[in-house]
């Protein structure tokens, strides 16, 4: 069942970012979608990441920024 989930630092990883960084993320509601398995237990499903990361594809820096 958990077999394409990451745990929040593993995600962090995978997206090139500082775990700090993902867990602000989820306090803003700004970064990729997650699942609580547990009060301490965070993970985001391997395909969700993608998703978000292709979210985020710009053609010039002059494009604005999306979902914000």
């Known amino acids: 069942m958990f077999s394409n989930k990451l745990r929040a630092p593993a995600a962090a990883v995978?997206?090139?970012?500082s775990a700090s960084t993902l867990a602000?993320?989820?306090l803003r509601g700004d970064?990729?979608?997650?699942?609580?398995?547990?009060?301490r237990v965070v993970l985001y499903d391997a395909?969700?990441?993608?998703?978000?990361?292709?979210?985020r594809k710009r053609r010039s820096t002059s494009e604005p920024?999306?979902?914000c």
């Open 14 to 17: 995978y997206l090139s970012l």
């Open 24 to 26: 602000k993320m989820r």
């Open 31 to 39: 970064g990729p979608l997650y699942m609580k398995a547990g009060p």
């Open 47 to 55: 395909v969700d990441l993608d998703a978000w990361l292709e979210s």
């Open 65 to 67: 920024e999306r979902g």
